[in-house]
């Protein structure tokens, strides 16, 4: 299966993104050629502030009643990871790309395979931002 490096943004890797139709997704920045090619294939190509970015994802459910797993998440080890990526995490991405005819047009897409994290940037979580203060009875 094919694999792509780039920066991570937005992306619901452990858990759906539940917004609209609940979804795996990633929108990977990429090189800019790896970005054309992918475009002149007829596949999604979102121009964001940090570069194109290719919108690879999963669909939660399936045809008859069919429920799809998560991706697999690892670390740069190969080891299972469980915790949300945060914007800009430098990662690789593992998909499959299909195709669909429906109705005689033609639906092109990347299903979500795997993420491995190069270099996590920790997704925010309430209270990141502060520093661990020393004890008062220290600065008297």
């Known amino acids: 299966m094919p694999v792509l490096s780039g920066k991570a943004w937005w992306p619901s890797v452990t858990k759906p993104n539940t917004t609209y139709e609940p979804q795996y997704s990633v929108n990977l920045i990429v090189e800019e050629d ?80 795997a993420m491995q994290v190069i270099n996590l940037i920790n997704y925010g979580e309430p209270g990141d931002e502060f520093d661990v203060e020393d004890d008062l009875e220290d600065e008297l």
Do not use: H
Not at 36 to 43: A, E, I, M, T, V
């Open 34 to 113: 790896v970005a054309k090619d992918f475009k002149k294939r007829g596949f999604t190509v979102k121009d964001m502030d940090d570069g194109p970015a290719i919108i690879i994802r999963r669909k939660v459910n399936g045809p008859n009643g069919m429920i799809r797993n998560a991706p697999k998440l690892l670390d740069r080890n190969k080891n299972p990871l469980d915790c949300q990526i945060g914007n800009g995490s430098d990662v690789k991405v593992q998909y499959k790309e299909w195709e669909k005819e429906v109705n005689g047009q033609l639906f092109k897409g990347l299903d979500f395979l």
